[in-house]
């Protein structure tokens, strides 16, 4: 009976069938390492299934193993935020800072027990995540700033290690899956052979080439790329449950049918950690994969939820990594670069030399005190020094290798970018360009700063696009950016009627602040958000905060002498003087700051307050605002000193160490009660 012959349920059984067996074949080759057919056999059974569905179209959906390939490329990739942040992980370099971790770690356990943890190798690769809905592969995204990614669903498709449809039963109705894709090391050392037979580029190593096939807009590319992915964690999950143990959850993916590396092991302790870390360079060089490091996490769910996070990493988990290489090279020239703060760092321009796993032509000095420190001088023999994808750095120089006519690194007298003078304070390492807001140099990050979501807030005005108004002459100071005419933007390179349209608006939106963001948008050295809220509470008024003495700035809340000469030199500065009345000028105001009410509109003076977990009711931006208008201090850790902490949904150590201290822990539901008894709306 031909295929043209079947019935249509006919037809639908035997695609039901096909599915399964070719389903289970690929469990059984890419998650249990053991198949029971040859290629050839795989190979014909996916044929027979095509066969059918090109008989039967009204068959063919979109988990069938046939359709990881087919679909038309992009024009560019759409973003996805990711609905719990995807975070990196701190770093272990040594041995002291794996014990100063699981220290930390049983500290804030508050046990003296040996922490359980799930150990596996840190592949170098790309981070991203799968979502599964009702077991069905819908969404691809790359890890990106850890907020957003870029939407590669169309090419996580064509990774055969990848299920578009997950085995078994019990999982979760939502499944957000996290792992690495990679490039494993015969498949990428093909690729290359490949592309040096076709005259091509080929790629410096796997993660770049996972990387760029990865990030295709073809999907028929990708699918010809040898990628493959192994599972390390889950983000959301929904209507469902998990296991309470970080290795069973990855257990558990196995039998549904997602790859989780083999090498995974749970170990009790700080020394079976690194036990496991040193098996594991041995190994590392026969593994088919590379790596990196190791990654330690914390196995129970539960602990980890006590451990909590910090910034953008959480206190449960570390990566480990191996021993940085190393490589010799010429130190050809020494040039200067001029940060955003006037700052003047040394590069060295080195001789191309290839160290861990990239080439490396440049790296920073830091400063003349670390050129000092190295005795380095032009025409050296260095050692270039990369560990994991840290900024490359000199760590030493050969003296026994240096020529005669090496020349001694001196610090320029004259900015390099704007001609200014170059000051350097005795107690400081960094030397300074004192062109301010002349300096481009210092203009352009100047800009970006002011720009910026806790200065201005002036969307859609990114870094390349501040690059191109400073390099065309369009915008001197920040003042001029509210100068900018739309035909003028619009002619700039990527920009359209539409869009400079909305930067033009942004701007005009921008120009109504507070005068908190406006210190803070200037980029006083040392004044962050906090200072420029300490300094607009104490002064209220512009015009008091930049006429202010260094002996009486010092009367304000958190800022010392240092902090104090700073600000009273950035105002003293006649060009900064300009700008800011130039400002004004062109629209920038505030609401002024209203004298403090009496005792009583004040509840909380003199109190010190802290905000963790997830608020509902309210923003935490918000709920600060609303603490400091009643008087609070809120600062960022709980301490002796701590009158409350505001405990929102999922509060982690913040929680656990104030009721350690005894300090008083206030829900969101008390506060809103709060609230209305002090009258705040």
Known sequence: MTQKTLSLKDAEQQVQALRKQINDHNYRYFVLDNPIITDASYDRLMQQL??????????????????????????????IRHELPMLSLDNAFNEDDLNDFDRRVRERLDTDSAVEYACEP????????????????VRGATRGDGTTGEDITLNVRTIASIPLQLLGEGWPDRLEVRGEIFMPRDGFEQLNKRAKARDEKVFVNPRNAAAGSLRQLDPKVTAKRPLDMYCYGAGIVAGGELPDRHADILERFKTWGLRVNP??????????????????????????????GIVYKV????????????????????????????????????????GRTGAITPVARLEPVFVGGVTVSNATLHNMDEVARLDLKIG?????????????????????????????????????VCDSDVERDEDEAAARCTGGLYCSAQRKQAIKHFASRKAMDIDGLGDKLVDQFVEKGLVETVADLYKLE????????????KSATNLVNALKVSQKTTLARFIYG??????????????????????????????????????????????????RQEHNREVIDELLKVGLHWEAEAEPEADAAQPLADEVWVLTGTLHNMTRDEGKAILQKLGAKVTGSVSAKTTALLAGEKAGSKLTKAQNLGV??????EFVDLMQEWGVS
Not at 54 to 75: H, M, Y
Not at 265 to 291: D, H, N, W
Request: hydrophobic residues 40%; aromatic residues 6%.
């Open 380 to 416: 050296d023999t260095v050692v270039i020094h990369r560990a994991g994808d840290v900024i490359p750095k000199v760590v030493r120089a050969i003296p026994e290798r240096r020529p005669e006519d090496a020349r001694a690194i001196e610090l320029p007298e004259r900015c390099p």
């Open 486 to 497: 739309v035909d003028s933007v619009a002619s700039l390179e990527r920009m359209g009627k």
């Open 299 to 338: 196995n129970r769910l539960v602990q980890q939820q006590q451990l909590g996070f910090v910034a953008r990493a959480p206190r449960w988990a570390i990566a480990h990594k191996f021993p940085a290489q190393e490589e010799m090279t010429l130190l050809k020239d020494v040039e200067f670069q001029v």
């Open 122 to 137: 840190k592949l170098d690769g790309i981070a991203v995540s799968l979502l599964y809905e009702k077991g069905l592969l």
């Open 522 to 571: 200037l980029g006083i050295r040392e004044v962050g958000e906090a200072t420029a809220q300490s300094l607009v509470a104490h002064y209220r008024e512009l015009e008091a905060i930049r006429s202010a003495t260094v002996d009486q700035l010092q009367e304000v809340d958190d800022v010392g002498p240092v902090v104090a000469a700073h600000i009273e030199t950035f105002f």
């Open 664 to 669: 008083r822990v206030v829900t969101e539901d």
């Open 50 to 79: 095509k066969s059918v569905e090109t008989d039967f179209p009204e068959l063919i959906t979109p988990e069938s193993p046939s359709q990881r390939v087919g679909a038309e490329p992009l024009t560019a990739f759409g973003q």
């Open 263 to 292: 090498e995974l092991r749970v170990v009790k302790g700080a020394a079976a950690c690194g036990e496991y870390f040193a098996r594991m360079s041995e190994k590392r060089e026969t593994l088919p994969y590379e790596i990196d």
